[in-house]
């Protein structure tokens, strides 16, 4: 490859590994913030889920610029600096193909990342999981079935009763504490 060619491959990771970096910030959802910032006795599991989730970006944002930036010595070191034309990427299509495989890359690692979060997330979130308790909704707490879908990661359907509603949160609860439950006895959180 022509040392520009990996030049410019690495200032494509730089620039989605910058968005990446910040998207947890930037595309916050106001709502989920104001989650965040409920005082709630015991554990806010909202900002506990949105932490593990923004560490996972950041991960991933900090890694795709530590691989842009060795992109970006190694042309530089093997020939850029006396190169006279352009590489393989000298046209608008084929600099639209090197961002897109940048994205593409970022795509899927940023999709295992956040998997690994979630994983997490529910491993802490259910450690205590007991089959015999089940979802009890407070009629004072209007937020309680958003809270809980977001925290179960389920969508609600269009025109969905509360009624309809709970059994499906129910089901995905049951779901997900089984998958990541258990009764622990060690309250440690580890990698």
């Known amino acids: 490859m022509h040392p520009y060619d ?6 494509a990771l730089d620039i989605v590994g910058a968005v990446v970096l910040a998207k947890g910030f930037m595309l916050k959802n106001p709502q989920v913030a104001y989650y965040e910032g409920l005082m709630i006795v015991g554990v806010n599991s909202h ?15 900090a890694g795709l610029l530590v691989l842009g930036f060795a992109l ?19 046209s608008i299509t084929r600099m ?3 961002v897109l495989g940048a994205v ?9 990342a956040l998997s690994r979060a979630r994983a997490k997330f529910y491993r802490i979130f259910f450690r205590n999981f007991s089959a015999e ?9 209007t937020t309680w079935y958003h809270r809980m879908s977001l925290l179960l990661n389920i969508k609600r359907r269009r025109g969905e009763s509360d009624v309809q509603f709970l059994p499906r949160l129910e089901a995905r609860r049951v779901e997900l504490g089984t998958r990541y439950g ?6 440690l959180v580890i990698d």
């Open 133 to 141: 308790a089940i979802l009890i909704p407070q009629a004072q707490d």
């Open 182 to 187: 258990g009764q622990a006895d060690n309250f």
């Open 47 to 61: 900002l506990l889920q949105t932490s593990l989730l923004q560490r996972a970006e950041a991960q991933v944002g």
């Open 6 to 11: 990996f030049i410019f491959a690495g200032l």
């Open 72 to 90: 970006q010595v190694w042309g530089n070191l093997h020939g850029g600096i006396e190169a006279t034309g352009p590489g393989w990427v000298d």
């Open 96 to 98: 639209l193909i090197v």
């Open 104 to 112: 593409v890359v970022a795509a899927v690692w940023l999709y295992v």
